[in-house]
Each structure stands twice: as structure tokens, then as C-alpha cells.
């Protein structure tokens, strides 16, 4: 985790749609734009967020006015806390490679993941997934066949009930899997990646989880918030037994 501050943009088109990253270990969203204004949520290094406008408060300090999709509405937070995400940041990875080349497979047992251009590893990491066990339990990663049919960069998660309940803004990278939500996303509330610790989803950096953002098809559109395309996608097998650990041929 870093702590930088960042040269606003002051002069933002009436239509904009700009990808930031917040930069700093936290931050207040205000209602307003002004530190006298009453406070939302407090948001967390590492989380997205979709920039629309930009606004000056009475000592001339700028902030940027957020879009929360959730909600449908929006908040404001200290510009110089946010980096605008640039293009290169955002484009396609290993683009010249056919989409039914490129695959990933999940060990639950391992909390594993390797990504693969054809036979050929080309990414792992450790994840988190789902903290239940079994097709019926409401915290379990399901398995199977899947693919990433629905991306989008920035999101606010929320979900559960009770002592389980969640509620998790500017959730970065997220690649979904299925039409239940679950999905390949950032994680900003735990650092302890190779055990379970999710509602269902595949916990990742933040970092690895851009990359499977970025690697995936389809490809989102630097300015548009989501791409859904069913029967699309980059295929996902995951599995509830060990195959990273022997030699041997892939389950797919």
C-alpha cells in the first residue's frame, strides 16, 4: 500500500466518463463537495471509481463527483486521492491470441489459479474463494464450466445477511463467471490470499485480478462501465480437488 497524492485534472468534457484509482490508504466520500459536508462511505486504497465531473470548493481545493451504480447516485471525493486510469492501462493483454486459446483453471482445495495460452502456463496466483463447501451452502464457489461473460472495472458490492452481511464500494476488476455474481475481483478488505475467506467469489490482489481483467475477453471499452455478452468469454474450469501439485494431464 502506498500513499500518493495526484495532479487533478481540473478540466473535465460535460460528458465525461474517466476510470480512477484511489491512491491513498483512505479516504471520506462527502455528499458534497467540501470537507464541511456530511459524510459517506470511507473508501480504500486500491478501489475504483467512475469520474463524471469535477468541482471546486470555496478554498479552491478540487474534487471529483463519483457515479455509484449501486445506488444511483453520487458522491464526491478529494481529487488529488484519485489517478485517472489511463488507456494503456486498460488495453486488451495477449490480444493476438484466439479466445479459444486462452483458459483458466481454479483448484479449490490448492486456492490456486493458473492461467494458460493454449498447454502454455502464462500467469498464477493464490486466491481466496468461497468459505462454504458443497453446491447448497450460500458461501461456496461453485464448480464446473464457466466463462467470463460479464466485466466491469469498478462496482459496488453488496450482499448477505446478518453477521454475513456485506457492503464493499469501488470492488476493482471484476470479471463475472455466472448470473449468481460471482466473479474473479479485486479484494481491499484482506490481504490473506490462499485460504477462504469469500461469500463465493474468487478473491484476488488487486493487481492480478487487473490482469485477469485485462486478459480476458471480451474486452471492456476504456469508457464504458461493463460488457455483457452471454455464450462470450474466456473458459473457466474449476475444479474441487488438487491438480497443481502431481504431474499430470489437465481436467480439460
Known amino acids: 500500500m502506498q500513499d500518493l497524492q495526484n495532479t487533478p485534472l481540473t478540466d473535465l468534457p460535460k460528458d465525461a466518463r474517466l476510470l480512477a484509482e484511489l491512491t491513498v490508504p483512505f479516504t471520506d466520500a462527502q455528499w458534497k463537495p467540501t470537507t464541511n459536508s456530511r459524510r459517506g462511505y470511507r ?8 469520474v463524471r465531473a469535477v468541482f471546486m470548493d470555496e478554498q479552491g481545493q478540487p474534487w471529483y463527483r463519483i ?21 494503456e492501462e486498460l488495453a486488451p493483454l495477449s490480444p493476438e491470441v484466439p479466445e479459444a486459446e486462452k483458459s483458466i483453471l481454479v483448484s479449490l482445495p490448492e486456492q490456486k489459479l493458473v492461467a494458460y495460452e493454449g498447454e502454455r502456463a502464462v500467469f498464477s496466483a493464490r486466491v481466496s474463494t468461497g468459505v462454504g463447501r458443497g453446491a447448497n451452502h450460500y458461501a461456496s464457489t461453485p464448480t464446473g464450466e464457466f466463462t467470463t461473460f460479464f466485466k466491469r472495472p469498478a462496482g459496488h458490492m453488496v450482499g448477505g445477511s446478518g453477521g454475513s452481511a456485506y457492503d464493499l464500494p469501488g470492488v476493482p476488476w471484476a470479471s463475472y463467471i455466472n448470473n449468481q455474481g460471482v466473479s474473479f475481483h479485486g479484494t481491499y478488505w484482506h490481504n490473506d490470499f490462499g485460504k477462504p475467506h469469500s461469500h463465493g467469489c474468487i478473491n484476488l490482489p488487486n493487481h492480478h485480478a487487473q490482469w485477469i481483467y485485462r486478459w480476458t475477453t471480451p474486452s471492456v471499452p476504456p469508457e464504458k462501465r461493463h460488457i455483457y455478452q452471454p455464450g462470450a468469454g474466456t473458459r473457466v474450469t474449476i475444479v474441487d480437488f488438487p491438480v497443481f501439485s502431481h504431474e499430470g494431464p489437465l481436467p480439460f
Not at 43 to 50: A, K, S
Not at 67 to 76: I, M, P, S, T
Request: proline fraction near 7%.
Open 43 to 50: 473508501l480504500y486504497y486500491g478501489t475504483t471509481y467512475w
Open 67 to 87: 457515479y455509484d451504480d449501486l445506488l444511483e447516485l453520487v458522491f464526491f471525493i478529494r481529487a488529488e486521492h484519485l489517478r485517472i486510469v489511463p488507456p
